[in-house]
């Protein structure tokens, strides 16, 4: 089995991102605030995407060593962060806009709900 450390940084990283950008969401758009806290999910969803490409598929196949279906929702990330960055810098608001929203609800909602299915590690310290 993978480390443990890897995979309780992985799930801190998840949650804390989780927790700011549900905050992010709530809150006003564009302030001094928004722009450092900004920073800080981008970092903390790179930390979270990085993290998952050391961690095999425990369900599924696997391809490429270790690799499953769940691991294409961190390539959506690696790719996004920076993209959504660059749009918000040459002022394209909109694309920053879906850009986070695709974030959001692929990265952390679809793959925090797949985290609790049947044979996943967090299934089994929840439900176990």
Request: positive net charge.
């Amino acid at each position: 089995m993978e480390s443990l450390g890897l995979i309780y940084f992985h799930l801190v990283t998840a949650v804390l991102s989780f927790l700011l950008g549900t905050y992010l969401f709530a809150r006003r758009k564009g302030s001094p605030l928004h722009k450092r806290l900004g920073k800080i999910y981008m970092l903390l969803m790179i930390a979270t995407a990085i993290s998952t490409l050391f961690i095999p598929a425990q369900v599924g196949p696997q391809v490429f060593y270790h690799f499953g279906y769940i691991h294409i929702l961190s390539i959506v990330t690696l790719y996004t962060v920076p993209e959504s960055l660059m749009a918000i810098r040459r002022g394209n608001v909109k694309k920053h806009q879906q850009g986070m929203v695709i974030l959001y609800v692929l990265a952390l909602l679809v793959a925090g709900a797949l985290a609790f299915t049947p044979g996943r590690l967090l299934h089994t310290w929840v439900f176990a």
